[in-house]
């Protein structure tokens, strides 16, 4: 039985975790209220919610502009002073100040691939994805994810950088060939997908970030000039946005959904529906558990509630039989849980990696080679029993069934015909600058 332990626990004041599914296909159970008794377990082969299997992958959608009349017009710039203009489709970005410059997208984006060339002429710069602006200081500024465009020695083009908050999340200390790829003063080409809580990119078609995290699950999309002298071109702006997660609610305040109740006793609810929360019963008999109807493969799982159960654990990819033994664990009865307050439990697994939040903290991540493409999950109370409850305030898994890969690789040469379909629209080759106030 594989143990995964929290390594630790670090508090955050951001948004809920459960605005992750505000923008997702939801799906229910019907809204029955639960049988409480005990129930056999389904075995793990029942049919993932997704009904597609991992050798059927859905098509990437395809490409779009990012500026499809080759203006800038609708979007605007945040921080600095800085200059951007768009010319026969080459977007450029230049500035001397103090402070980061951003030119920033009309509206947000969650889950999609974004596809581009860059040439940097001097400076440091970079692409906000998913990032949020804070209209507070003056001209504003901008947090959020940024994929790095790094011309020094470092070489840590394509990495991913928490630009005003966290800092450095996903660098190339260990990705030589990726430092590799970058050409300084040469066009380069980004793809760069961000899919629910995964995050990839690539720098002429080298792989280079490849990380987890759950901190925003939409934003802006925007073009950094760094703070000092820079000089960036960008071209080729083309970005598919990828269709949502399915959400499977298990339990949101009113009834057990997409659970069967393993113990002979019932989960209670406490309070009344729909602002009820669901408790482990207390016995000696067994360990109470819940446990899915139904197989998972890639998913992000939510759990909302509070634990007082020192021995809980929450546990994924259970192989099939009726056995609670195997899967990957996440001990969730740990002292720092246990202090009467409601916390956000999140379990992201792809593939063979199992990435384990709390409130949004990344406290944990492993790779399972051996871990079945799909299985089960389970709620489950300590061995002993009587130690302490779990109270569960709303749970819910995202599924992301399989996708094609995106395609990757070298700039595209210099004069080429854009496929059907992805020829922008009729407008003037340029535009008016735009100049930071």
Request: charged letters at 25%; aromatic letters at 6%.
């Amino acid at each position: 039985m594989t143990v995964l332990l929290f390594a630790g626990f670090l508090a955050t004041t951001s948004r809920a975790t459960t605005s992750l599914t505000e923008r997702a296909v939801v799906t229910t159970a019907p809204s029955v209220q639960p049988t409480w008794r005990a129930a056999p377990l389904p075995h793990a082969a029942s049919a993932a919610p997704t009904a597609v299997d991992d050798a059927e992958r859905l098509p990437q959608p395809a490409l779009k502009p990012l500026f499809p009349e080759r203006s800038i017009k609708g979007w605007h710039i945040v921080g600095g002073l800085a200059t951007f203009t768009m010319q026969d489709g080459v977007l450029t970005g230049s500035g001397t100040d103090t402070r980061n410059a951003f030119l920033v997208s009309p509206r947000n984006y969650g889950d999609f691939v974004l596809d581009l060339e860059l040439r940097i002429v001097e400076g440091n710069s970079g692409i906000q994805i998913r990032s949020q602006v804070r209209e507070d200081e003056g001209s504003g500024s901008l947090v959020g994810y940024q994929v790095e465009i790094d011309p020094t020695p470092r070489a840590w083009s394509g990495g991913i950088y928490d630009e005003g908050r966290r800092g450095w999340l996903f660098d190339l200390k260990d990705n030589e060939e990726a430092r590799n790829a970058f050409k300084p003063g040469e066009w380069n080409r980004y793809v760069i997908e961000c899919r629910g809580p995964w995050f990839r990119t690539w720098v002429n078609g080298v792989p280079a970030a490849n990380g987890v995290d759950i901190m925003d699950e939409d934003g802006r999309i925007a073009f950094q000039v760094h703070s000092g002298r820079t000089t960036v071109h960008w071209r080729r702006v083309m970005i598919a946005e990828l269709p949502p997660p399915k959400v499977v609610r298990m339990f949101d305040g009113g009834a057990l959904q997409a659970w069967s109740a393993r113990s002979g006793l019932p989960w209670s609810l406490d309070g009344i529906p729909p602002h009820a929360r669901l408790v482990n019963p207390m016995t000696e008999a067994e360990p109470s558990a819940l446990v899915s109807d139904e197989a998972y493969g890639d998913c992000l799982a939510i759990i909302e509630g509070r634990c007082d159960d020192p021995g809980a654990a929450f546990i994924v990819r259970l192989p099939e039989g009726d056995e609670l033994d195997g899967g990957v664990r996440s001990k969730i009865g740990i002292d720092r849980l246990r202090d009467g307050k409601d916390h956000a439990i999140a379990v992201a697994i792809k593939g063979a990696r199992v990435n384990t939040f709390v409130d949004r903290a990344a406290v944990g991540e492993r790779q399972e080679p051996g871990m079945p493409a799909h299985g089960r999950m389970a709620i489950l109370g300590s061995p002993a029993q009587k130690q302490g409850t779990i109270s569960i305030d709303r749970a819910r898994v995202m599924v992301y069934p399989p996708m094609e890969e995106p395609r990757v690789g070298p700039p595209m040469p210099e004069r080429i015909v854009p496929p059907t379909g992805t020829q922008p629209t009729a407008a003037p080759p340029t535009s008016s600058p735009a100049t930071a106030p």
